[in-house]
């Protein structure tokens, strides 16, 4: 059983940056694969960014491409989502995801890949 706490949300103008800590308790990250998704209102839970459980190999949804930066510290057992130059359109509740052992391109922006969720943390950018 893994169990995930995302922090670091909050209110930020547009162009800034936040960090989003993910802690993991019970099974580390170093066996897991890891995704962060988000939910603006009214919208479907999509997919942002993720880390295969080996750390090398990272995926990014193309709208954060080259502003969110994904990565892990296993030694905290922590999965961090690093966001820059944000725009209004950021905005939404974002949540961490976790499932065990490997994970594949074409599996890795599904939201029923991943079986443990975090509670979500809000982020909100303002124009």
């Known amino acids: 059983q893994v169990q995930l706490v995302e922090s670091g949300g909050g209110l930020v103008q547009a162009g800034g940056s936040l960090r989003l800590s993910c802690a993991a308790s019970?099974?580390?990250?170093?066996?897991?694969?890891i995704g962060w998704f988000r939910q603006a209102p009214g919208k479907e839970r999509e997919f942002v960014a993720a880390m295969d459980w080996s750390g090398l190999n990272t995926y990014y949804a193309d709208s954060v491409k080259g502003r969110f930066t994904i990565s892990k510290d296993n030694a905290k057992n922590t999965v961090y989502l690093q966001m820059n130059s944000l725009k209004p359109e950021d905005t939404a509740v974002y949540y961490c995801a976790a499932t065990p052992g490997g994970i594949s391109a074409s599996r890795v922006m599904g939201v029923m890949t991943y079986n443990y969720w975090g509670q979500g943390t809000q982020v909100t950018v303002s124009s």
């Open positions: 019970g099974r580390t990250f170093s066996t897991h694969s």
